[in-house]
């Protein structure tokens, strides 16, 4: 029945296990980490899209809020000092609060307004990260932030000692904490939406979707129903940006949450399938995965082989941005529905088009 | 199924990256770079590492009997569009897990060392920027709360060093200038809010009050927006001695000086060595910076100024290139020669001892710049500007200032 | 901020306004492709700015092709010769963002035409990628020069006002050509067929309308004004580079979207609200507030007038 019923707890247990195996590149557990964050981000990014259909194209911001809470809540110079679970919830809260705080009053927009003002949001939200310095540190980003022990697990934990063989696993960084944290979290997220799409709320969600004045007849409030997609996909993208701004130890550069990443996520999103989880899952790892871990390869193989240097077309990361595109404008074409679709998404694809009146 | 041909695929996709991956040989010496290859920076980097390539050349594409080769790595993503902090930091690691990296060139942008330092430093690996000039990278500023730079240095070693003259050099000299030879006495300076050119802006401004120059305001602007017609109108109104732009070409620099022509503010223009480039005036156009008069800054020299080694980095350059080398070429060779020599001097693949070797550099003339040593913080001694009149290229180097 | 706001008062508000109005209509002419295309197939081209840009592109070759970036010859050759060259980089950018426009819904929207919307815009924003990746390798990543052909020279007495040949070419060329857009929509049988089509594709196909040409002659529409607007822009700012569609489409959307999506006075109205809401609050409240300023406007007037400041009185699309 469910696509993700099998391959989705194996590719857990494949990641899970991957440190430890011998095929492990030493770096891919750090890149790794990043594309767990955007899988949250994009997981969070559906609920808002792909449960109850709203285009957002702001999710950016909420991602943004949760990293600077985290770093204002953490970093030496400022008075708080909190751990990484208090910095956490707290990044998640304030990124649902303002979600709901700046969607309530524009609810009333149709589709592509409402698309619009969420746009514009994302894009205030970076100004003022960029240009409120006494706070944000503007374009240095704050850093460092300490990632603060989840209790039990130490922080600089050093897993070296835990191979299968001798000669086996990687070298390690930080990252077995960081690591498993990601991915936990990414797991946990998985778990939380499943049971969140079965409940009530998800059946309510889903009839919004579809009809929204059937739902409403039903006895529904849409616009309730509305807020709280905000709520939680504002909040998951609230830790994504908590967690991200974790494995970065800092929150970089503020032009990282700008609306070049609203837009690769929505494109992931719906290139994954548009409403289900594990196709997103996968359209994140694939899409990010290429921009990230896939050119580098790519490119450091032409460079053995090749020699490196030369201008732009002769590198796979000069032509990233258009084979992005292409693969975007191909999968729309031959599979509009994702790669992995909702099962009633794909009905509505593939039955006879009822034309919109 | 569709679905099962796609599973199929994306684990084929993700088996090749999980398995892929360079193997070494054990006598080949890798010489990593990470600098933004794709986006806007694109063509500061490129000029960059044809500098590098150039010092790799010349060894012979060997060195100390070892292979040499040099791995180009990207900071840019797609997704951000200009450097990434998450891939810098895969990029230190990367080099940092590659037993037969021996050294680490780059960044470009003072923000993304910031996020490779601290990996690169517990490896032991030594970094050398040729362009970072963010002082907060090598030294700690009086008043600063955030502890840097000793958090990047865990290991209690230097691993970072560089070859261009950081911002104390260039942001205050840049206001000696301003004061003795163009005799400003009323400045208004913006800013494109990014790390390098707020930072140089903050530091010019505090010599002005130093010196006493008056300065009449302080913006930044956006490098996306269009023009800045009303922007400069405003400062027209100050009626100001001199403009100064903390910024780049790409962000924005020469629209600048094309809004100054055709608001009518004919003070002179100066900006610092993310200007410094052909590109700059080639879309300022010449009648541009004919109507306004400018002024670009560079630490160090300009290329046609170097003499012995350097003139002739400047000849090879130009047969190979069949163009001037950019000031950023310079150092992007620099740096190179600097790491080539101490794996030369250690003789062998041992990460420490060439670290070591690099930071112990003294009067080093091998390159392209002349004499030179590095203080115990990484910084160059190199404490010279070179500000040139943007006539056409190459520009024209008017003087040289040092402390 | 207080100082910052002396500053401007000095240089007067009227000078500020003139700029906000010229780019304003700048705005309103990229806008006119992103709302035409709306108005008939619903679709947000994310792709219109970066078709902008290549237009731009294409007129700094045709014009260097031509001549004109050599400062001495544009600077000798008698006034009618450079105008008819400009007009041949403006007609030379029409017809090469029409078709580049065209080509890009035959190939990538059409097909799409039954899915739900998001597929296309999806598709929108991947065509947006190539572009610019096109553009990257095209001119590459620093700015580049358009060639200064018209005075700087102030037409106007006064010692504060500046108002130059340049802002009388932006206005000269931006608002005859939404004019004629305007006539040729209201009275032309392809404009009724256009008007037909926004209304009720159904019907308009059950009535003769060929719907696919239609769509294909708005796209042609669309992409010849970005194209004319590309030239407009690079005369009037003198540098174009591969990063400006981003800022210029979204700045254009966002004035269809303001005037009311599908509607042609409202674009118009959305441009030149936007153009001067972004120029005042450059030198009021410091250009880093800029792009702030103009989303919050918008905003707050997209929450009191949902549909757009024209949305609501004119139900009619295109």
Known sequence: MSPGRYWVPALFVLLAAY?????????????????????????????????????????????????????????????????????????????????????????????????????????????????????????????????????GVAEDADLSGWRLFPGWGVRWYRYPY??????????????????????????????????????????????????????????????????????????????????????????CVILGGLGNRPGVLLGTLLLMGFDRVATNVLDNLIQEHVGSGGPSYTKVSGWKLMIFGTVLILMMRYRPEGMLPEARHRRELHEEPTKPV | MDRRKFLTAAAGGAGSLLLGGCGGSKDTVVIASSLPRTGIAQGQTESIVNGLKMALEESGGEVAGMKLRHQDMDDATAAQGGWDAAKEKDNAREAANDPNVMAFIGPYNSGAAENSMPILNEAGLVQISPACTSVQLTKKVPGDQSGKPDIFRKSGKVTFCRVCPNDFVQGPLSAVFAKEVLGAKRVYVLDDKELYGSGIAGLFIKKCGDLGIEVLGHDSIVASQQNFKTVIATIKGKNPDLLYFGGTTVTKGPQIAIDMKGEGLTCPLMVPDGCYEKSFVDAAGLDTVKAVPCYATVGGFDPSQLKGAGAEFVRKYKEKHGADPEAYAVYGYEAAKVVLEAIKKVGRKDREAIREAVLATKDFDKGALGKWSFDPDGDTTLKVLTVSKVEGWPFKPVRTVSE | MPELFAQAEAAGFGQFLVTGLVMGSLYALIALGYTMVYGIIELINFAHGDLFMLGAFLAVTHLAWSGLTDPAFAASAPAYLLAWMVAGGIAAAALFCAALNVAADRVVYRPLRASPKLTAIVSAVGVSFVFVNLGLFWKGPSPVKFPDLIPDTNLLASDGLRLTWKDVMVVGVTAPAMLALTLFVRYTPLGKAMRATAQNPTAARLMG????????????????????????????????????????????????????VGNIPGAVVGGLVIGVV???????????????????????????????????RTREKV
């Open chain 3, 209 to 260: 309308v060929d719907v696919d040409r239609v769509v294909s002659a708005t796209f042609a529409l669309g992409g010849a004004l970005a194209g004319v607007a590309a030239v407009v822009y690079g005369l009037y700012i003198k540098a174009v580079d591969f990063q400006m569609g981003f800022q210029n489409g979204l700045y254009a959307f966002t004035a269809a979207v303001l005037g009311g």
């Open chain 1, 178 to 267: 960081l690591y498993f944290l990601a991915l936990g979290v990414l797991g946990l997220v998985m778990l939380f939406l499943r049971n969140l799409e079965r409940s009530r709320l998800g059946r309510a969600w889903v009839a919004l979707r579809e009809d929204e004045l059937a739902a409403a007849c039903t006895g529904l409030n849409p616009a309730r129903l509305k807020l709280a997609a905000i709520a939680v996909g504002a909040g998951l993208a609230g830790l994504a940006g908590a967690l991200y701004a974790i494995a970065l130890q800092g929150t970089g550069n503020p032009q990282g949450f700008d609306f070049t990443l609203s837009m690769t996520m929505v494109c």
């Open chain 3, 278 to 312: 972004g120029e005042l609050s450059k030198a009021y409240l410091g250009a880093k507030w800029s792009e702030a300023t103009v989303f919050a406007i918008l905003i707050v007037i997209l929450v009191f007038r949902p549909a757009g400041l024209l949305g609501a």
């Open chain 1, 19 to 151: 440190p430890f195996l011998p095929v492990a590149e030493p770096n891919r557990g750090e890149q790794f980490t990043v594309l767990f964050v955007y899988a949250v981000l994009a997981l969070g990014l559906n609920v808002v899209i792909g449960y109850a259909g709203l285009l957002h194209l702001g999710i950016a911001a909420f991602f943004g809020i949760g990293a600077y809470t985290v770093g204002i809540l953490t970093v030496p110079y400022f008075p708080f000092g909190q751990s990484f679970l208090v910095a956490a919830t707290a990044a998640t809260l304030a990124a649902a609060a303002a979600g709901v705080a700046t969607t309530a009053p524009v609810l009333r927009l149709r589709g592509d307004y409402l698309a619009l003002v969420t746009l514009g949001f994302g894009l205030i939200t970076l100004y003022a990260i960029r240009n409120l310095d006494a706070i944000t540190e503007g374009t240095k980003g704050m850093n460092p932030i300490g990632a603060g022990p989840v209790p």
